[in-house]
Each structure stands twice: as structure tokens, then as C-alpha cells.
């Protein structure tokens, strides 16, 4: 599976942006998908997932009730759309795949910038 993140950019803080993470090479059955961040000077933290067949979710506490993880079966994409901003959101946003029956996450997309301004 190779995994293609987009999406990013500079807002500010109270704006939204939508995330999108497109998955080549294989479908995606039984899979879990998610997406992580690394702001500077941070370690990777987990964000939010999604389970491809059911459609499955789970977030991080801090983004509750503003970020929604979605995916498209049809186009293999999955996205993140993030409201409510705030400054420290901002990071390195970076999409990885789970396959099933595996405990960790790869491959992993190549990360997409997202820079909230206050």
C-alpha cells in the first residue's frame, strides 16, 4: 500500500481544513487507517482512526468534537476534516495504514504541513 497526504496549509486559528489521505497499490479490506501528528519539537502523537469495513472511529482527547475522520471506499481515501483550529494544532500530519492482524501501523503517507496562525 502506498499512502498520499494532502491537504495542508496555513489558516488561522477558528478556520478549518480538510485532510486527505489517498491509498494506492491494494484495497484496503480489514484495514485500519489513521492519521498522527508531530508538531516541533514533539513526539508523533496519535490523532484519530477508522476502521475501513465498518467504519470504526477513535480520537484523541484533544481533538474531540472538532476533528471527523471519514473514509471513501470507492475512491481508497480516506480524510480528515478539522475544525475549530487552534494554534496548537499545528503540525506535521501524517496518514498510516494498519494492516489486519498487525499491531503497528506502515506504511505511512509522507506528511502534509498544517500551520495554525493566532
Known amino acids: 500500500v502506498q499512502l498520499q497526504a494532502s491537504g495542508g496549509g496555513l489558516v488561522r486559528a477558528g478556520d478549518s481544513l480538510r485532510l486527505s489521505c489517498a491509498a494506492s497499490?491494494?484495497?484496503?479490506?480489514?484495514?485500519?487507517m489513521g492519521w498522527f501528528r508531530q508538531a516541533p519539537g514533539k513526539e508523533r502523537e496519535f490523532v484519530a482512526s477508522i476502521t475501513w469495513n465498518v467504519g470504526t472511529t477513535s480520537y484523541t482527547d484533544s481533538v474531540k468534537g472538532r476533528f471527523t475522520i471519514s473514509r471513501d471506499r470507492a475512491k481508497n481515501t480516506v480524510y480528515l476534516q478539522m475544525n475549530n483550529l487552534e494554534p496548537e494544532d499545528t503540525a506535521v500530519y501524517y496518514c498510516?495504514?494498519?494492516?489486519?492482524?498487525?499491531?503497528?501501523?506502515?506504511?505511512w503517507g509522507q506528511g502534509t504541513l498544517v500551520t495554525v496562525s493566532s
Open positions: 497499490g491494494r484495497t484496503l479490506t480489514n484495514y485500519v
Open positions: 498510516a495504514a494498519r494492516p489486519p492482524m498487525a499491531r503497528s501501523y506502515d506504511p
